[in-house]
C-alpha cells in the first residue's frame, strides 16, 4: 500500500492493505477533508483538499501545555486507577459477595467525591482492553483504549475524546487523526479527518483548575477547525429556516383555564432532561427521568380529561383525529421549533384520552457519545444483508440505529432510505442522501413502500420496525437483492433474535425463512440501558452477534441452516477478537470501569452467576 501525494490529495491502490495498518505522514503541506469517493467494488478512494489555503491541522501545532494537561488526565485522573488499589486492599477481609459490592459501590462515590472536593475532572477509558499501533511512522507507543471520556464531577458534563486523538495530542501535538472507514472483513472504505472538540472539552474542564495555557493553545486553533468541520457538507447541506414559532402559543381554550400549552409542557420536560413525557389524566405532567417516572415540579395543576383530549387533539390532523376516533390509538410524531421532534402515542384509557412522547433530538448523537462499540461502524460499509437492532421497548434501539446512520451519512456517498410508522428522526443531507416516508401517510403499507423501495435505488434501507409476516418478508427480499438493511425488533438477547424471526412464521414455512435469514443476516445486536453510577445519565450495554466464519472455526451460517442457534452463544463467547461480546462481557466492561454499579450490573445479567465470579475476581478473590 502506498500513499501517492500530489499536494492535494493522497489516493489509495488496489489491492487495499489489511495487516501492516494504515500508515500516514502528518506532515503535509495541504489540508485535507473526507470527501472519499468509492468505486463500485470499495477498493479506490480519493481524500481532497478543501482549500489549498487552509492550515494543515493534521499536522504539529503548539500544543505543548495542552499535551500535559491530557497527559496528567491519563496518568493521574482515571477514575478505575484512583479506585482499583484501594478496593482491592479494603475487599481483602469481605467474603460475602453482597458486602463486596456494597463496598464497590461505595468506594466509587467517594473516589468521585474526592475529585469534586478537588475540583478536578476524572476520567474513565472506554474498551480499555483494546490496543491499537499508532499509524505515524517511528512512533512505538500503543494507544490503549478506544474513547477517552473526560468528567466534570461538578457540574456532571462531559465529553468523550476518540483515545487517537488524545495520543496524537500527548505524543506529537497533533489535535485529531485519520480515522479509517473498515467494513467487516476490515477492508479499507475510506478516510476522514477527526479533531478534537474544543469548545465542549473547554466548557467541560475549564471551571476546573484546568491551566490558563491550555485554553490559550486551543483557541488558537479552535476556528480554523470548526470552519473545517462546518464546511465538510455545505455541498449537500441547506440553511436552516428561520424558526416559525406561530402555532405554538396558547390558544384560546388554553387561556381560557389558565394552563400552559402543551408546547411550553414539552419545552420545560426537555429543558428538564425528560427522555419520555406521559400526559394523563388527573395528574401533573410526568417525566421519566433517567429511568424513574417524577412528575414535573413546576407543574402543579392536575390535568382533567378535557385537558388531556385538547392537548392530543392538538398534535394531530385532521384525518388522525377521525382516524384515531375510529380505531381508539395513534401513532404520530412531530416537531417543536428550537426544542426537539417527538414520537407520540395518543390511547383511550377508561374513557380519557393519554399520551406518551418520546423525546427525539434534533441531531443523532455521534457513535462515540454513545460509547457504542467500534464494530457498529463497519455494519454501514457492507454492500447488503439485514443488520437487527433488538431490545425492550426503551432500550434506545432508535438512538443506536440514527447514530450508525448518521455515520454513514457523514462517511459514505449513498442514497438511504427509511421507512417508518412514523419517522423519527429526520436526517440532513450530508454526504449522503436521504428519501424519508412514512407509513400511512406517504405510502399506504410497509410491504408497498419497501416493494417501491426497490424502485428507487437505494443503498442502505431502514426499516423502522419488523412487526410482521409481510414487513420481515419484504426486509430479507431487500438484503438478498443488494441492499443493505437495518431494522429494529423487540427482543432481549442477540441469539434468540434469530428464533423469534422465524418464529414469527407457520411452521410450513419457517424452513424456507430461516434459509433466507442465513444468507442474509449480517448482525444482531441487542442493548440494554443502564443507570450509571459515577454520575446522573445512562450508559449502553451492547450484546453483538455477527454471522461470520469466526476463530472456532465454523460459520454462524451453517448454525442457523442446521437450526443449533444455542450453537452461538458458543460463538460470541469465543469471537471477541472478530467484535463480538456477550451482554455480560458488556456489563462487566462498565462495572470494571466503576460506571455502574454492582447491583445494577447484576440485575440485569442474562447469567449471574458468571458475573459473580467476575467481580470476585476484580476484587482480587479469583474463584472460590
Known sequence: MAWVMDGCRAVWDTPPFRDEGFKYQPYLQRPVSATIDENSNGSKGEYHCMDKDAPNLLS???????????????????????????????????????????????MVQQVVGEFKDRNSPYAVRH?????????????????????????????????????????????HQIPGFVEIMRNLGDSPMGVTDQYLEIANFLKVVSPLNMPDEVAAELEVIRPDIEEQVNGRFKAMTTEAPELDLSGFANDDYEQGRGIPSLFAILKKMVEWGADDIHIK??????????????????????????????????????????????????????????????RCNVYWSQGTIGMVLRLIPNDPLPTHVLIIPQIL????????????????????????LASIIEFANQNRKSHILTLENPVEYVYTNK???????????????????????????????????????????????????????????????????INRVINTFPPHEQEQVRLQLSETIRASISQRLLKRWDKPGRVCSIEILLITPNARGNNS???????????????????????????????FEFFDNCVISGNEALAVSDNPEQMTQWMRRAAGKGVE
Do not use: W
Request: charged share 25%; aromatic share 8%.
Open 377 to 400: 461502524k463497519k455494519l454501514v460499509f457492507e454492500r447488503l444483508g439485514l443488520v437487527l437492532v433488538t431490545g425492550q421497548t426503551g432500550s434506545g434501539k432508535t438512538t443506536t
Open 60 to 106: 504539529p501545532q503548539q500544543l505543548k501545555f495542552t499535551a500535559a494537561y491530557m497527559k496528567k488526565l491519563l496518568t493521574e485522573c482515571v477514575l478505575r486507577d484512583n479506585f482499583q488499589e484501594r478496593y482491592i486492599k479494603a475487599a481483602r477481609n469481605i467474603t460475602s459477595n453482597v458486602d463486596m459490592r456494597i463496598l464497590h459501590d461505595d
Open 281 to 342: 389524566a388527573g395528574c401533573r405532567p410526568i417525566g421519566v427521568l433517567r429511568g424513574d417516572i417524577v412528575p414535573h415540579p413546576e407543574f402543579p395543576i392536575f390535568m382533567t380529561a378535557e385537558d388531556t383530549q385538547h392537548y392530543a387533539y392538538r398534535t394531530l390532523s385532521e384525518e388522525q383525529i377521525l382516524q384515531f376516533e375510529e380505531t381508539r390509538e395513534m401513532d404520530t410524531s412531530f416537531a417543536v421549533p428550537g426544542v426537539a421532534r417527538f
Open 557 to 587: 451460517r451453517d448454525y442457523i441452516r442446521r437450526n443449533e442457534i444455542n450453537e452461538l452463544y458458543k460463538v460470541i463467547e469465543t469471537s471477541h477478537y472478530d467484535g463480538m461480546q456477550t451482554g455480560n462481557m458488556s456489563l
Open 127 to 171: 474498551f480499555k482492553n483494546v490496543v491499537n499501533k499508532c499509524p505515524i511512522e517511528g512512533c512505538e507507543v500503543p494507544i490503549r483504549g478506544v474513547y477517552l471520556e473526560v468528567v466534570n464531577p461538578v457540574t456532571n458534563r462531559s465529553i468523550v475524546i476518540h483515545m487517537e486523538t488524545v495520543h496524537n495530542i500527548i505524543e
Open 431 to 497: 454526504f449522503s442522501v436521504f428519501t424519508q416516508r412514512a407509513v400511512e401517510i406517504d405510502s399506504l403499507s410497509f410491504p408497498m413502500g419497501m416493494r417501491a423501495a426497490l424502485r428507487e435505488k437505494p443503498d442502505i434501507i431502514l426499516i423502522g420496525e419488523m412487526r410482521d409476516q409481510d414487513t420481515i418478508i419484504a426486509g430479507l427480499k431487500a438484503a438478498e437483492t443488494g441492499h443493505l438493511v437495518l431494522s429494529t425488533l423487540h427482543t432481549n438477547d442477540a441469539v434468540q433474535t
